[in-house]
């Protein structure tokens, strides 16, 4: 196995949830699976996240650029 892969779950593997989530694999390592899951509206990452504890903003995530600098411009070389 190698550390992008563990349990059968590698990187860019998508998921769909029965409640219309996305759900995306970033990254797997020393048995740890990293995902960014995306939700159809506000309201539903509101009631999915109404019984978890915040604890604030992840550094990691807060230092990385905006989605603007992912999308594509539509130039190609």
């Known amino acids: 196995m190698t550390s992008d892969e563990f ?9 769909r949830h029965a409640d219309g989530t ?4 970033f990254q797997v390592a020393e048995g740890h699976v990293l995902t960014v899951r995306e939700y159809n509206d506000v309201e539903s990452f509101e009631r999915s996240v109404e019984d978890a504890e915040y604890v604030g903003a992840h550094e990691g995530v807060a230092d990385l650029p905006g989605v603007e600098t992912f999308e594509d411009d539509g130039e190609r070389e």
């Open 7 to 15: 349990d059968g779950h590698r990187k860019a593997d998508h998921y």
């Open 22 to 25: 996305d759900e995306i694999v």
